[in-house]
């Protein structure tokens, strides 16, 4: 849970790509039957774990706590309407390939419960038996705060999944219009192809995806919607037809977060892009906490489009150092976020909000080959209807952390 520096992140609007190779779809049938039987209460979400240590105040990550000490995870689970520290959950790796659904192969609760994880993709080769586990405690740099446990993502799918997901509520219309994530992450400069310390382009690099109108994790729409949407997994199953995914992304030597979106296409069936917008968050850095292999905080911000089809939806993003000081912050407002698209019979109103969120993805770019590994850490993810940075800092006693 800990470490410090800028990184510059360009949060790209990308409606983009699935695995770097193509799996067949597990059928609508199943999915849905799957969908059912991981549908946990709100209750059973709380992750009722051991404390998690910050780090110290000087930016150690030795793991001794933060003077006051760190927050029960119950606690957290009172201030925020979903948290994840992974300390309460048993090591874990999954053993399936391609876009995974099943229940059976999902992260469980050091009790032996079900977690509120109900989606990976993993596109590696070779045995599943050899995998090392993906959430575990990856040693006290790895973990932000110097001790527990974190979640391990690994873009070239060697010693981790490339995305790991859930949803919430049972319907396409729960969930949120305004929305608010928050996570912990750490990366390594080797991470990035470079040239001394500047970033050298790669073309993309996906960290979260947020996605409206799905039903449980792997079905998108109403039944109506569903059948008359693309039959491809990417537009029925992990995408959907409205969602934003987060990237970062290199500009002039400098790493930014970028946003890339969808709101449907002409004919409201693919989840392709319209009009796509590319907006650089050029006043959220993120380069310093990487170049010094440092965790640091990302928090984005998506508010829908109202009415539909409105150019008033945006995307905020603020980047924090581990005391909880902003360091970058920027905003996109304006935006079409939402659409009203011509449907089969005429314009169809998504009654839709954002209900699944999917941490991780894929990268491409012709210079990441140069990079030496595929691997980073995520730690104390967090999904609320409002800001969550100051109070999360607050809360782990981490300094005074400015607005």
């Avoid at 609320?384 to 005074?400: C, D, K, L, V």
């Amino acid at each position: 849970m800990q470490s410090r520096t800028p990184l510059l992140l360009l949060i790209l609007w990308s409606a983009s790509c699935g695995p770097p190779t193509s799996a067949p779809p597990d059928s609508d049938a199943g999915a849905a039957a799957v969908d059912a039987a991981r549908a946990p209460s709100d209750a059973a979400l709380a992750d009722g774990g051991p404390l998690d240590a910050a780090s110290d105040p000087d930016g150690g990550t030795d793991g001794e706590p933060r003077d006051g000490g760190a927050p029960d995870a119950r606690e957290l689970a009172d201030l925020f309407d979903h948290v994840e520290r992974f300390d309460g959950l048993s090591d874990w790796h999954g053993v399936g390939r391609g876009d995974v659904f099943d229940p059976s192969d999902m992260p469980t609760t050091t009790d032996g419960g079900e977690s509120r994880w109900t989606y990976y993709s993993y596109w590696g080769s070779g045995e599943s038996s050899g995998r090392p586990d993906w959430i575990a405690d990856h040693g006290a740099q790895n973990v932000w705060g110097g001790s527990g446990k974190s979640l391990r993502l690994d873009y070239s799918n060697e010693v981790g999944p490339s995305r790991l997901g859930f949803s919430v509520g049972s319907s396409p219309s729960e969930g949120y219009d305004d929305v608010y994530v928050f996570f912990m992450v750490r990366y390594t400069r080797d991470f990035f192809p470079m040239a001394g310390d500047d970033f050298q382009y790669f073309g993309y690099l996906k960290t979260l995806q947020i996605s409206s109108g799905f039903q449980g994790v792997s079905h998108w729409g109403t039944p109506e919607e569903h059948a008359v949407a693309d039959d491809r997994p990417q537009t029925r199953r992990v995408y959907g037809l409205n969602y934003v995914i987060m990237n970062l992304k290199v500009v002039g030597g400098s790493l930014f977060p970028s946003y890339n979106g969808r709101a449907s296409n002409p004919t409201g069936t693919s989840y392709e892009r319209v009009n796509p917008r590319l907006n650089h968050l050029a006043g959220a850095s993120v380069g310093e906490p990487i170049l010094a292999g440092e965790w640091f905080g990302i928090e984005y911000h998506m508010r829908l489009s109202d009415p539909h089809g409105a150019a008033n939806g945006v995307v905020d993003v603020w980047i924090y150092d581990q005391d909880g000081n902003v360091t970058g912050q920027d905003t996109v407002d304006m935006v079409t976020i939402r659409d009203a698209p011509e449907w089969p019979g005429g314009a169809h109103v998504f009654d839709h909000r954002y209900n699944k969120f999917v941490w991780g993805g894929n990268r491409f770019g012709r210079d990441f080959e140069s990079a030496g590994r595929g691997d980073h850490f995520v730690d104390d993810i967090v999904v609320h209807g409002s800001r969550i940075g100051p109070t999360y800092f607050e809360a782990i006693g981490a300094g005074s952390p400015a607005p």
